[in-house]
T-cell receptor
Framework: AQSVTQPDIHITVSEGASLELRCNYS??????LFWYVQSPGQGLQLLLK??????LVQGIKGFEAEFKRSQSSFNLRKPSVHWSDAAEYFC?????????????FGTGTRLLVSP | NAGVMQNPRHLVRRRGQEARLRCSPM?????VYWYRQLPEEGLKFMVY????????ESGMPKERFSAEFPKEGPSILRIQQVVRGDSAAYFC?????????????FGSGTRLTVV
């Protein structure tokens, strides 16, 4: 069965510092991978997605992620964090074997940004 | 384009009452998905519907939960005889096709509290 692991429950980063959020997945075929961001009390916003092709994916708000098949990882990065980036970040894998795009989510990483 | 609309945003029910959660997909989207987010957890798939059809309900609890997406009107997630363990955020997402290749759009969720 598909699964997603986000090993860091909380991460604190200073404003202006770089950020990397880890995501590891388990999936038998080429995965469809997503990163979503959830601000408090809000829904999920898609940051970026990987289906195929270039393994470095650019997203909105200056985020990027790199797909590494050998490590089963899809880590999210940002070179310089802004205070408005404080939120919860979810990695998800799309399970295609069900005939439709069912998303399996990790448990999330809460990002805190210190001044 | 109003996006995916969910209402109510917050819902409080006493144990044993019924909860009705509504979701209007984005204009042009005919595929609707419901996900549940328990406290401190990621989102978990519940059900996938197209107009007048339940396509996959493998994530729905066997009892008390039902979903519909009628020809006219919003999709409804109904929880009968609610219990404390039903307290969660319920998110609806929609897409223009079942593959999700164009991405899901999530609503802001309904936060259900059972007292």
């Amino acid at each position: 069965a598909q699964s997603v692991t986000q090993p860091d429950i909380h991460i604190t980063v200073s404003e202006g510092a770089s950020l990397e959020l880890r995501c590891n997945y388990s999936y038998g075929a080429t995965p469809y991978l997503f990163w979503y961001v959830q601000s408090p009390g809000q829904g999920l916003q898609l940051l970026l997605k990987y289906f195929s092709g270039d393994t470095l994916v650019q997203g909105i708000k200056g985020f990027e992620a790199e797909f590494k098949r050998s490590q089963s990882s899809f880590n999210l990065r940002k070179p310089s964090v802004h205070w408005s980036d404080a939120a919860e970040y979810f990695c998800a894998v799309g399970a295609q074997n069900t005939g439709f795009q069912k998303l399996v989510f990790g448990t999330g990483t809460r990002l805190l940004v210190s001044p | 384009n109003a996006g995916v609309m969910q209402n109510p945003r917050h819902l409080v029910r006493r144990r044993g009452q019924e909860a009705r959660l509504r979701c209007s997909p984005m204009k042009g989207h005919s595929h609707v998905y419901w996900y549940r987010q328990l406290p401190e957890e990621g989102l978990k798939f519940m059900v996938y519907l197209q107009k007048e059809n339940i396509i996959d309900e493998s994530g729905m609890p066997k009892e008390r939960f039902s979903a519909e997406f009628p020809k006219e009107g919003p999709s409804i997630l109904r929880i009968q005889q609610v219990v404390r363990g039903d307290s969660a955020a319920y998110f609806c997402a929609s897409s223009s096709d079942k593959t999700g290749n164009y991405g899901y759009t999530f609503g802001s969720g309904t936060r259900l509290t059972v007292v």
